[in-house]
């Protein structure tokens, strides 16, 4: 059995404003695993134009992206930051993993079905090899573990099927088996609307979520304006059972807090929402309100944004082309 390096590697799509999904299921998650693994995090653009991006806005939220992941704590001393469409390894070994993976894999992904909706025969073919390149930039590094939130598990599912199924179809020991972690708890942060589905970047509704780019205020106000019910909260987490908003802003509450929600809920017990609201602004203002000012800030240092992207792509560039060098020796490529 080969021994694999222990390697993290995660992504963001730069499709519209990072959430708070994003940072509590993913971003947050990162930071402390920086000082434990070689960590990789990447921008993944050409994710993005699976579905239409404006070409200023895209290149804009690129950077976005990479400032959010900063200002969270990640930092490009110890962890390698890129945009996914300019280290070549990523769109080329998807390639070959399109030919790797079957049709009836693909058409179980859960999260085509729901981005393509009753369209199916409008949604563009990348949408639909989406969970391919994901695949690919995983392996392309061979990393180890993948840092997630919970609506990437059947991704990583499949990550782990084509990884199998290259191994034993060229009969090579050579991508590892990829571990998810999807951890702290907030693992699927839902609708501040809609307790029932996720916090998306993509639902219309503004206030169904908090973005990284609102300023205090904002995020005081939306989390005021959160639906919730009128019961009192009860002591344990089993007791919120039908309860999805309740819920889901305790989760919310002991995740910034690196609390357990257990432990929250019983401190609110017989308390209103009022009061309970009232403490989860305050809280994500103290917490969010340096990110996103940092955020800011680094918006306007674009050169010094573009610099790191660029040490990035380097860095990937330097890790993934001996690998991919393997690969094409494996499948048969001639290296002429
Ligand atoms: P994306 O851009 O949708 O989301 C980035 C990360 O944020 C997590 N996340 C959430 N976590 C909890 N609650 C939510 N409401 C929520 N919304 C988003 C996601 O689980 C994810 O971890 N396909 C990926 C990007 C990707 C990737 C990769 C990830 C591309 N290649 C390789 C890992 C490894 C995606 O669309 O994430």
């Not at 963001?12 to 995090?41: C, H, R």
């Not at 930092?75 to 009836?104: T, Y």
Request: glycine fraction near 6%; charge should be negative; include cysteine.
């Amino acid at each position: 059995m080969t021994v694999f390096k222990q390697r993290v590697f995660s992504g963001v799509q730069p499709s519209g404003n990072l959430t708070l999904g994003n940072y509590l299921g993913a971003i947050k998650n990162w930071v402390g695993l920086q000082d434990t693994y070689e960590t990789i995090f990447c921008v993944v653009d050409l994710h993005a134009i699976t579905t239409w991006q404006d070409p200023d806005i895209l290149r804009n939220a690129t950077r976005e992206v990479a400032a959010g992941m900063i200002a969270s704590g990640v930092d490009p001393k110890k962890s390698i930051i890129f945009n996914q469409s300019q280290v070549s390894a990523h769109a080329e070994l998807a390639w070959i993993f399109n030919c790797v993976a079957r049709m009836g894999w693909l058409n179980r992904m859960t999260q085509f079905k729901e981005k393509a909706g009753k369209n199916r025969e409008r949604a563009s073919v990348g949408l639909y090899v989406y969970p391919d390149l994901m695949a690919a930039d995983i392996l392309a590094y061979q990393a180890t573990h993948v840092p997630v939130g919970a609506d990437q598990k059947q991704h990583l599912e499949l990550t782990r099927d084509i990884a199998q199924k290259f191994n034993s179809d060229y009969k090579v020991d050579f991508f590892p088996e990829v571990e998810p972690l999807i951890f702290g708890e907030a693992t699927r942060v839902m609708s501040l609307r809609d307790g029932n589905a996720k916090m998306s970047k993509s639902d219309p509704s503004e206030n169904s979520r908090i973005n990284l780019t609102d300023d205090r205020d904002l995020i005081a106000k939306k989390i005021r304006k959160a639906r919730t019910d009128s019961e009192p909260l009860p002591a344990t987490m089993d007791d919120l059972d039908g309860r999805a908003e309740a819920k889901n802003l305790i989760n919310i509450f002991a995740a910034l807090s690196d609390r357990k929600a257990g432990e929250v809920c019983a401190e609110y017990e017989g308390k209103g929402f009022a009061d309970f609201k009232r403490d989860l602004a305050d809280l994500s203002v103290e917490v969010l309100g340096p990110i996103t000012e940092e955020m800011s800030r680094l918006m306007s240092e674009k050169t010094y944004l573009d610099d790191i992207l660029r040490d990035g792509v380097h860095k990937a560039d330097e890790l993934s082309q001996p690998i991919l060098r393997q690969i094409h020796d494996i499948v048969g490529f001639l290296r002429p």
